[in-house]
Each structure stands twice: as structure tokens, then as C-alpha cells.
């Protein structure tokens, strides 16, 4: 099995910044994209950034330039830094990775546990 625990978050003020993290452990042979989603009350998850094993990052439209990601291949970590927060970034932000798994033939999309941001006006 493979686990992503998430860490960071929390309650800050609009202009302040916040770093989240997404350690993957577990039955892991590769990673390919690793990246950050948000999830708006009554709506479907939605992309906020992403990152290949390669380096390529996508970012939403509404967090290009306040937002990066990056990560660390050997550990199968991945950050999301985020500054500038404005209100409207409230949310719950979920890790995933596009893991292959070593104790099955097969790839999978893991996700973390869900950490809440609070930006407050």
C-alpha cells in the first residue's frame, strides 16, 4: 500500500504566506506527477498545481505567480508554497501522486488526508 500524509495549513491573514507539504511512503517504485487540489464546498476537486518527476509545473490561472510547487524526488515529497493568500484560497487542499506501485504490477493515483487553509480579510 501506499500512504501520503500531509502536513502544513492552517488560519493566516490575506497577504500572508503558507507552506504545505506531502511526504508518499509505502509499496513505491516511481512517481510521476505529483501535485495539490482544492476542493470548494458543493464543487468537483480542482487542479491547483502540478509537477512531473521532470520539473514541469502547471499552475491554475487563479495562483500563477502566488503559488509553487516543487518536490524531492528522493524522498517523494512535495510542497506547495503559497503567498499572497487572499480569502478566496479558503479551502481544503489534497496532495495526489501518480505512483507505480512496487507490490503491483500497476499505477495508481494516491491522495492525501485533506489539510484545511484559512485566509481571513
Known amino acids: 500500500q501506499v500512504q501520503l500524509v500531509q502536513s502544513g495549513g492552517g488560519l493566516v491573514q490575506a497577504g500572508e504566506s503558507l507552506r504545505l507539504s506531502c511526504a508518499a511512503s509505502g509499496s513505491i517504485l516511481s512517481i510521476n506527477a505529483m501535485g495539490w487540489y482544492r476542493q470548494p464546498p458543493g464543487k468537483q476537486r480542482e487542479l491547483v498545481a502540478v509537477?512531473?518527476?521532470?520539473?514541469?509545473?502547471n499552475y491554475a490561472d487563479s495562483v500563477k505567480g502566488r503559488f509553487t510547487i516543487s518536490r524531492d524526488n528522493a524522498k517523494n515529497t512535495v510542497n506547495l508554497q503559497m503567498n499572497s493568500l487572499k480569502p478566496e484560497d479558503t479551502n481544503v487542499y489534497y496532495c495526489?501522486?501518480?505512483?507505480?506501485?512496487?507490490?503491483?504490477?500497476?499505477?495508481?493515483?494516491?491522495w492525501g488526508q485533506g489539510t484545511q487553509v484559512t485566509v481571513s480579510s
Open positions: 509537477i512531473t518527476n521532470g520539473g514541469t509545473t
Open positions: 495526489n501522486a501518480d505512483v507505480r506501485r512496487s507490490d503491483l504490477p500497476r499505477r495508481e493515483i494516491f
